[in-house]
């Protein structure tokens, strides 16, 4: 009786495994699509949740495209079209969905400002959000979950244009997610500003920073200091000839950047780092002479008279016309290496900066440094040494002043990636894809709470830049790095997970021809 008891009981095993099986495995022993799929692990930054359903879209010939905002909607049809060859008529504001369709409605309140909702199914791609920016990175989102060469700038026939169906639900970690360019160490048109935007756009960057003075140049013009571009902008690092940017120039990269969804942050840097300014006018000098031009790139020697009234006259000129040119909420007034002013004079000179920049209706951003001051309510500091400890800094945190992440032995792009880097510096150590991407923006600084953070930048310094191609080979594969650290949640950073996602974004910049690192910490597709 026990025997049979037990044969039965083991049969009822067997048979409940098999029932199993059939329903993990299909009935003809094969995976089924809906148990089996997910999404490619190809997304960078990862989203904050992403579901497959098992089906697949195909992006055919006849597909038409609708948007509730036209900027986005011709953004993504002029990327589909010129990849696919495809027409894609774009419908703004329609009542019918098209096959792929951008819509202001619809999103779950949680992805507020910036995040998206992105729902793919096999005949149809939803794009859901509460702003035109949110519609802006949920297109980005799909667009990595085409085929890589969908970023072809020409036609592609030999590709099926395929997705992976399900819904991803995303939002930003950080609020500020930027990118800074210098501009001063060596100069770069419009043209290459706007290239470097559209690059950045791909990865949710939501601000350009611009570097546009240092001693070794002056680039932006001011209609009443005539001298700080003509002459103080006419030279870069090395003798060559610099140049500048016109008022209608700034206002020109500060559109293409609205069209991109980013704000742009310009930096005047003071009271240090101010020779182009002060070989261009004398009476801004102490001793009333003007240095000459300087085209080396050693630090700290230069420094604006403090004690000089014409210096907050000048400055208030400055700021005011920028201020003018910039709808964005920043005038960053850097405040590093000022080794050549005293403390006393720096903490005075910052008191009254901010004073300047506030009564031109700006708020003030400035290297950490500028935490040695009194800092106002709005004004942001932003983090740039090699260790993780500033008292100064923590202090001003204590009492409300929010924090930019960019140490320099992490989140500088112009670091060599090793030894035998041929472009770049490396006297913040080497910074290769993992140490791009091993810390964590919120829990890096001792007695800063994370609630301090306010973001993290990716600061490119021009010292040993000189083209675009040399701004790709520095920022590809570091910068999507960093704005993972800012996007996602901290809870999916994963360094293998991402070397994997980043080694699909290779085939991508092959495509748009961008000429990055391949670093050895990640595996390359073939022929990426």
């Known amino acids: 009786m026990r025997v049979l008891m037990f044969r039965r009981t083991r049969l009822a095993l067997l048979a ?44 055919g010939s006849a597909a038409t495209l609708t948007a509730d905002d036209g900027g986005v909607g011709g953004y993504l049809a002029g990327i589909l079209r010129a990849s696919t060859g495809y027409a ?45 920016a949110g519609l802006f990175h949920g297109a980005q989102t799909f667009l990595q979950l085409l085929p890589a060469k969908v970023m072809s700038p020409t036609a592609v026939t030999s590709v099926a244009w395929k997705a992976t169906g399900g819904t991803i639900v995303d939002y930003p970690r950080y609020e500020h997610r930027g990118a800074m360019l210098d501009v001063a160490r060596h100069f770069f048109t419009v043209a290459q500003v706007e290239h470097y935007i559209d690059e950045l756009a791909l990865y949710k960057v939501n601000y350009l920073h611009l570097h546009l003075s240092d001693d070794q140049g002056w680039r932006i013009a001011i209609n009443s200091w005539p001298n700080l571009a003509a002459y103080g902008g006419s030279t870069e690092v090395g003798g060559g000839a610099g140049g500048y940017f016109t008022q209608a120039d700034y206002t020109a990269i500060v559109n293409y950047a609205a069209s991109r969804y980013m704000t742009v942050v310009p930096e005047i840097d003071t009271p240090g780092h101010t020779n182009a300014a002060l070989a261009s006018y004398a009476p801004l000098n102490c001793n009333g ?109 204590a009492t409300g002043t929010k924090i930019i992440m960019s140490p320099a032995n992490h989140a500088y792009l112009d670091m060599k990636y090793t030894s035998k880097t041929p472009l770049g510096q490396n006297w913040a150590g080497y910074v290769d894809v993992n140490k791009a991407y091993g810390w964590d923006p919120g829990n890096y600084l001792t007695g800063i709470s994370s609630s301090a953070i306010a973001g993290v930048e990716a600061p490119l310094w021009s010292e040993t830049l000189v083209t675009s191609a040399n701004i790709d080979y520095m920022a590809f594969p570091r910068l999507p790095a960093l704005m993972e650290l800012g996007w996602s949640p901290e809870s999916t950073h994963s360094q293998s997970a991402f070397d994997a996602r980043l080694g699909a974004q290779g085939p991508r910049w092959h495509a748009m021809g961008i000429d990055y690192y391949k670093s050895t910490q990640v595996k390359w597709p073939t022929g990426s």
């Not at 050549?340 to 440094?369: E, R």
């Open 289 to 397: 002479v003007a240095p000459p031009l300087y085209t080396g790139t050693d630090v700290g020697f230069s420094s604006l008279c403090t004690s000089l009234p014409l210096t907050y006259t000048f400055l208030d000129q400055v700021v005011g016309e920028l201020a003018a040119l910039t709808p964005g909420p920043y005038i960053h007034i850097g405040g590093d290496e000022a080794s050549s002013t005293t403390q006393s004079d720096y903490v005075s000179f910052i008191n009254q900066v901010q004073q300047i920049v506030a009564n031109h209706g700006k708020a003030v951003m400035g290297w950490h440094n500028i935490a040695a001051a009194t800092l106002a309510p709005s004004t942001v500091a932003q983090f740039w040494d090699t260790n993780n400890s500033n008292s100064a800094l923590a202090a001003a945190a």
């Open 16 to 59: 409940a495994v098999v029932a199993l099986g059939m329903t993990v495995f299909g009935a003809a022993g094969a995976t089924s699509p809906a148990a089996a799929a997910s999404f490619p692990n190809v997304v960078v930054p990862v989203p904050v949740s992403e579901s497959a359903n098992g089906s697949t879209f195909t992006l």
């Open 88 to 132: 894609l008529p774009l419908t703004v504001g329609a009542t019918t969905p098209g096959t792929i369709a951008l819509s202001l409605s619809g999103a779950p309140s949680t992805v507020g400002a910036e995040g998206y909702q992105l729902t793919i199914t096999a005949s149809s791609v939803r794009v859901r959000a509460n702003t035109a």
